[in-house]
């Protein structure tokens, strides 16, 4: 399978006049995937653009354009978005019409869901330029931001872009969407979190025992709907890699609640952790888990307790 290229990669080869006839854009992130389709469009300006959403758009109009060839017409440039709503058929065509270089057409497929797996994707795939515009993650993040501000000629100060990414984190989008608020109203919001963190944004921060960014993850966690049973067993999941890592063994569970972040960032966890410590926590979420399966009473405040716990090294003494 083809490799997927960071959307930075991508742009520099645009601007380099190397261009694909088909690309992929393949996450979530709104931003960095209309930033692709500007950029392409400002190199490539005599392209008429027709932009089609299926399950708004027929599919048929679809294939019309991408058949309606004409000698005296300027090279077009057809985006797609919601592609899994192509029926079985639809699908066919389409692999066929990839895998036969047109140099009258430049073809944009979207799909925002970057987990799903299916043929379809795969074979897309292997037949265009996969780009990966998924929300960056912070560090790269803040990269990001600053190139953008510098574009748009907007002057922040670095703890500010920290302040405002911890805030609105959730995406490329959101986080500029409130600098330019700010920026253009001279008043600077509370800066109130309403991120929408993953669960294991709570297990990298308790991970580096970072008792503040802990706190705040959890309580997005639960506003934004995650039950406190979930989180309860991502950290005991957690927790159970991390000593059996001490050990070199294999986990004996399946892994769907420790990614691939989580892994390549272990070694780091463990120089923050000892066995004894990591065996008393293992107590105290059983602990929380007995609560929460025989009594009435809001645990949340006790798991709070907990993990400033944690982050203290209370249960190493």
Request: charge should be positive; glycine fraction near 2%.
């Amino acid at each position: 399978m083809k490799k997927m290229f960071s959307l930075g990669q991508a742009v520099k080869d645009i601007r380099r006049q190397n261009f694909s006839n088909s690309y992929f854009l393949y996450g979530n992130d709104i931003f960095m995937q209309d930033f692709f389709i500007k950029e392409l469009k400002k190199i490539k300006k005599q392209s008429k653009t027709y932009l089609y959403y299926l399950g708004y758009d027929n599919q048929e109009n679809i294939f019309n354009e991408l058949s309606n060839l004409s000698l005296f017409e300027s090279e077009k440039i057809i985006i797609i978005k919601n592609i899994n709503r192509f029926t079985s058929q639809a699908k066919k065509d389409l692999l066929d019409y990839m895998s036969k270089k047109n140099s009258n057409s430049l073809l944009i497929l979207v799909k925002n869901n970057f987990d799903s797996r299916s043929k379809f994707i795969d074979s897309i795939k292997n037949h265009s330029t996969s780009i990966d515009v998924r929300t960056p993650f912070e560090d790269k993040m803040e990269e990001w931001i600053k190139y953008f501000l510098k574009r748009e000629e907007i002057n922040v100060d670095n703890i500010s872009i920290k302040d405002y990414i911890n805030a609105y984190g959730s995406s490329i989008s959101n986080v500029m969407n409130y600098i330019r608020i700010d920026f253009l109203s001279g008043i600077k919001t509370s800066n109130q979190i309403i991120r929408n963190y993953h669960i294991w944004h709570l297990q990298d921060s308790i991970g580096e025992k970072d008792i503040n960014k802990s706190v705040i993850i959890f309580q997005s966690l639960l506003l934004n709907g995650n039950s406190i049973n979930l989180i309860l067993i991502y950290l005991f999941n957690f927790y159970k890699y991390m000593y059996n890592t001490f050990y070199n063994k294999k986990s004996n569970f399946k892994t769907f609640s420790i990614n691939k972040i989580i892994q390549f960032r272990m070694n780091g966890y463990l120089k923050k952790y000892s066995k004894k410590e990591i065996e008393n926590i293992f107590l105290k979420l059983k602990e929380l888990d007995f609560l929460l399966k025989n009594s009435t009473l809001n645990i949340n405040n006790a798991a709070i307790c907990m993990l400033s716990n944690i982050c203290v090294g209370y249960y190493e003494r």
